[in-house]
């Protein structure tokens, strides 16, 4: 089924969720995933919310590792 931002946000007040997990994998192929309180879950599907990513194997190095959450609204699931 295909979601959209507004769909997602329906959801997560409906079902009063209060934490969002997303996962994502490395450039070795290794899952990772983040915990993100619902208030900024807005931020991530506009692609606002930043991250530090230089705890990722793979990703930059320090000074160049300030990465964006970017929610792919069609993988959201409730657990």
Do not use: P, W
């Not at 997560?12 to 995933?33: E, M, P």
């Not at 990513?53 to 160049?64: K, N």
């Amino acid at each position: 089924m295909a979601y959209t931002r507004n769909d997602v946000l329906h959801f997560v007040k409906d079902l009063k969720i209060r934490f969002i997990r997303l996962q994502f994998a490395d450039d070795l192929g290794i899952s990772k995933n983040v915990a993100i309180s619902v208030e900024q879950l807005e931020k991530t599907l506009d692609g606002e919310l930043m991250f530090d990513g230089s705890c990722i194997e793979g990703f930059d190095r320090i000074e160049e590792s300030e990465m964006y959450l970017r929610t792919d609204v069609n993988t959201f699931a409730v657990f």
